[in-house]
Nanobody
Framework: QVQLVESGGGLVQPGGSLRLSCAAS????????VAWYRQAPGKQRDWVAT???????NYADSVKGRFNISRDNAKNTVYLQMNSLKPEDTAVYYC?????????WGQGTRVTVSS
C-alpha cells in the first residue's frame, strides 16, 4: 500500500515562500501523475497542480505564475514551491497519486499565510 507524507507547511507572511514536499513509500511517482490539492477551513478540497510522467505541469488559475510543481523520482518526492503567498492560500495541502484503484492521500500539511 502506497503511503504519502507531506511536509514543509508552516506560518508565513504575505509575499513569502514555502516549499512543500510529498514523499512516497515506494518508487511510484515516475509511473503516475501526481497532484496537489488544498482545503481551506470550511471549504471543499480544491485541485492546485499536477505533474505527469512526462514532466508536464498544470496549475489552477489561482496559483498560476506563483506555484511550481516538480518531481525528483530518485528521491520519490514531489515538491510544490509556493511563492508570493497570499492569505487566501491558507489551507491544508495534500498530495495524491492518480493510479488504478483508490488514490492514496497523505495526511496533509498546514499552510497559514498571515501577518
Amino acid at each position: 500500500q502506497v503511503q504519502l507524507v507531506e511536509s514543509g507547511g508552516g506560518l508565513v507572511q504575505p509575499g513569502g515562500s514555502l516549499r512543500l514536499s510529498c514523499a512516497a513509500s515506494g518508487s511510484i511517482f515516475s509511473a503516475y501523475t501526481v497532484a496537489w490539492y488544498r482545503q481551506a477551513p470550511g471549504k471543499q478540497r480544491d485541485w492546485v497542480a499536477t505533474i505527469n510522467t512526462d514532466g508536464m505541469t498544470n496549475y489552477a488559475d489561482s496559483v498560476k505564475g506563483r506555484f511550481n510543481i516538480s518531481r525528483d523520482n530518485a528521491k520519490n518526492t514531489v515538491y510544490l514551491q509556493m511563492n508570493s503567498l497570499k492569505p487566501e492560500d491558507t489551507a491544508v495541502y495534500y498530495c495524491t497519486v492518480r493510479m488504478p484503484g483508490p488514490n492514496p492521500w497523505g495526511q496533509g500539511t498546514r499552510v497559514t499565510v498571515s501577518s
